[in-house]
């Protein structure tokens, strides 16, 4: 089992930044795939960045490419997701995922473990 608590939510302008950690507990984080998805009101679960195990390769949804960055600290068990340039449309619960695979993956389905999520909100 893989226990995973997001943080650093909250209120921001558009065009501020903020920086989401997910601590993971349990199991050896090390072997996992961390990726990060979002939930708007009235809207489907989607994912947002993943970061490959395997090959350290990072993936980003097509909304979110250039403004956000995913990366993780094996020795502190944590993935961050600094997110700058944000826009009212980035207003949504985020949530940390792991799947035990060194493979990233893009949908919702493909992550075995969630954590509870962070509100963050974008004021226009």
């Known amino acids: 089992q893989v226990q995973l608590v997001e943080s650093g939510g909250g209120l921001v302008q558009a065009g501020g930044s903020l920086r989401l950690s997910c601590a993971a507990s349990g199991r050896t984080f090390s072997s996992y795939t961390m990726g990060w998805f979002r939930q708007a009101p009235g809207k489907e679960r989607e994912f947002v960045a993943a970061?490959?195990?395997?090959?350290?390769?990072?993936f980003y949804a097509d909304s979110v490419k250039g403004r956000f960055t995913i990366s993780r600290d094996t020795a502190k068990d944590t993935v961050c997701l600094q997110m700058n340039s944000l826009k009212p449309e980035d207003t949504a619960v985020y949530y940390c995922a792991a799947r035990p695979s060194i493979v990233a993956a893009t949908t919702v389905n493909e992550y075995n473990y969630w954590g509870r999520g962070t509100q963050v909100t974008v004021s226009s």
């Open positions: 970061l490959s195990r395997s090959t350290g390769k990072t």
